[in-house]
């Protein structure tokens, strides 16, 4: 088709309105797939997200429509659906024109379909509302519409009302794309210039990317070279999604396509570089890529030692196809050899826990996560810290300064109090509140990234009944009176147990901790003090009494399967033990210091 019956889109939404399944109906009414050869969801891929369900990695599908006897190619750019993946969502809108705005019509507009649509804006899609969800009884599709003109400014008198589950709206979606998204700019004779929005590593072929042709032409064959990575390949092969690859001679501007070229990692070809052709290298590269910044850290070490080199293959594996993660090996007296690892966010962070666990069959421990603080030391040179336990003594410092965020809440305004409290418990200094509709809130505050981590969210959806949601960008560090909290076990420092908590909250946190590990650690032969430290000084103090007897001698003879169910008792009890000196510690008292009341 010529290029001006090409459009390139994509789905923003809220988790769970709707989008994969919308996805999948426009696939199956343009026949890009059969009914019968779709997965559950095709676009989401992944097992690990379908557990989830929710979207990690981007795709794409190109989709034939006929508009009367006029043949078009859609282009439909998947976009991840969670804040940690934020830099990719905005790469996949920069390879755009246009966009579907769902919101579903029973709940409205949420934070995150906020955040979405002002990145759509700025890369000026022209965004086209959809209502979804209109077979359900508690759907407002009027109401909503007008939520979405208050709060966003979009007009939606001409919004598609539609069911993505029964197929209703679905072909006035396609139309609307048709006469709605304009058409990509002819710049087929430029320099090559292509926007990587997504690429994944397959064993038998290297890095397979995902890309927009924005200016130029591409030729099977031809020597490209990566503008950020500064690598050269040949393009072996080149093609369309449709949705599965399809090899093609070339590909002109404003065109969607792959390509694969024996690229050994995704860090060579990440998402929003610029793939030009190497003999005749466009000028500049495409704006808005960025590295990848781990945000989040924790230590992974394996409970057997013999499995740490295991580790390390499978996390250099992994790395092939992620380019945002981030190891390097640490070991401790306590813990043995393991890795400092990094992460965007928590959700990043389970993401490769979880598969090192599955796909690698690894039994692990991981430390809680922290924050990369910035410490100011004497000689006034400035180190990052990512490992509570390296924090430079209070002699050693000048000052310590630690990542803020700002996070805008959005919730109905009967949970504007609760919001607020936990706000305060938080650290968190509040900027404003502004009421969007009668009924709900948006509450923006400033607050460290550090008291994010961890239960933050599932507080901020328990004390709004899961009404409330949220979006949360990174604004810089600040300098704040920040102390290490050390824990002792049995008279032994346990570096992964160590903490940074702010001052005033030191000894609120050293009491609710130790408690916490008395609970977690299972009592042993002999007494256990455990202990919370600041420097020299104890400032929490409890103890694990001695157990005696075996858990068996409660089981007077007879019954044997109370016996056995002891005995699994036990030995599910230890699946997770690290020995730390002579107490085993269970991974669940790592992560203590995230659930503290
Ligand atoms: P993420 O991938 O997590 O971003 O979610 P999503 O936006 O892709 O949502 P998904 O398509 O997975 O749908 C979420 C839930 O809503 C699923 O249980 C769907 O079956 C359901 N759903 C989607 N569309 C409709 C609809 O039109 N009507 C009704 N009743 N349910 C729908």
Do not use: W
């Amino acid at each position: 088709v010529p290029i001006s019956n090409i459009r390139n889109f994509c789905i923003i939404a809220h988790i769970d309105h709707g989008k994969s399944t919308l996805a999948d109906k426009l696939l199956q009414l343009t026949g890009t797939v059969q009914t019968r050869d779709m997965k559950e969801q095709f676009l989401d891929n992944m097992d690990l997200e379908r557990e989830r369900g929710i979207t990690i990695k981007l795709q794409a599908a190109r989709m034939r429509y006929l508009l009367g006897n006029e043949p078009y190619c859609l282009n439909l750019i998947d976009t991840p659906g969670h804040v940690d993946f934020s830099y990719e969502v905005s790469r996949s809108l920069a390879a755009c024109e246009g966009a579907l705005l769902v919101v579903d019509a029973s709940q409205g507009v949420e934070a995150q379909t906020l955040a979405n649509v002002y990145l759509a804006l700025e890369n000026n899609l022209q965004i086209i509302p959809v209502l979804n969800k209109i077979d359900l009884p508690g759907a407002e599709p009027a109401r909503i519409a007008q939520e979405i003109e208050e709060i966003i400014g979009l007009d939606c008198s001409e919004a598609i009302h539609c069911s993505a589950k029964d197929g209703i709206g679905i072909t006035e979606i396609l139309t609307a794309i048709v006469k709605k998204v304009p058409p990509p700019q002819e710049n087929a004779d430029k320099p090559l210039r292509a926007l990587i929005f997504d690429s994944y590593y397959d064993s038998y072929r290297g890095v397979i990317v995902y890309f927009r042709i924005i200016d130029g032409t591409l030729k099977k064959g031809d020597k490209i070279y990566f503008m950020a990575s500064e690598k050269e390949y040949f393009a072996d092969e080149i093609g369309v999604l449709s949705p599965g690859q399809m090899p093609v001679g070339e590909l002109f501007a404003g065109e969607v396509g792959y390509l694969s070229a024996s690229i050994r990692s995704v860090a060579d070809a990440r998402v929003g570089d610029t793939i030009t052709h190497f003999g005749k290298k466009a000028h500049s590269s495409l704006p808005g890529y960025e590295e990848a910044t781990p945000m989040v850290f924790c230590g992974l070490f394996p409970i057997d030692a013999d499995q740490f080199p295991e580790l390390r293959d499978a996390l250099q594996k992994l790395q092939l196809n992620d380019a945002a993660l981030k190891f390097e090996p640490e070991s401790s007296s306590a813990m043995g050899f393991g890795f400092r690892c990094g992460f965007l966010g928590l959700l990043h962070m389970e993401i490769v826990q979880e598969r090192l666990e599955r796909e690698y069959n690894l039994n692990l421990i991981t430390t809680a996560p922290s924050v990369v603080y910035r410490v100011n030391r004497l000689n006034s040179d400035t180190i990052e810290c990512s490992n509570p336990s390296f924090l430079p003594e209070p002699g050693m410092r000048k000052s310590i300064e630690e990542p803020y965020v700002k996070i805008d809440l959005l919730t109905p305004k009967d949970y504007i109090g609760p919001l607020m409290e936990l706000g305060h418990e938080r650290r968190g200094l509040f900027k404003e509140m502004n009421y969007i509709t009668e009924n709900r809130a948006t509450i923006t505050y400033e607050l460290p990234l550090a008291e994010m981590v961890g239960d933050f969210f599932d507080q901020l959806k328990s004390r709004s009944k899961g009404y409330a949601s949220m979006e949360y960008n990174f604004i810089g560090y600040r300098e704040s009176d920040l102390v290490r909290l050390d824990i002792q076990i049995n008279g032994e420092p346990v570096e992964p147990l160590a903490t940074i908590v702010h001052r005033d909250k030191a000894y609120a946190v050293g009491r609710a901790l130790t408690q916490k590990l008395k609970e977690l650690i299972p009592r042993q032969m002999f007494k256990v003090p455990i202990q919370a430290c600041i420097g020299a000084k104890v400032i929490a103090s409890e103890a694990l009494s001695a157990i005696r007897k075996d858990v068996l001698s409660k089981c007077y003879g007879g019954d044997i399967t109370r016996k056995k169910k002891l005995l699994k008792k036990q030995a599910e009890g230890k699946k997770r033990m690290k020995a730390i000196g002579k107490v085993d510690v269970p991974q669940e008292a790592f992560m203590a210091v995230l659930r503290l009341e």
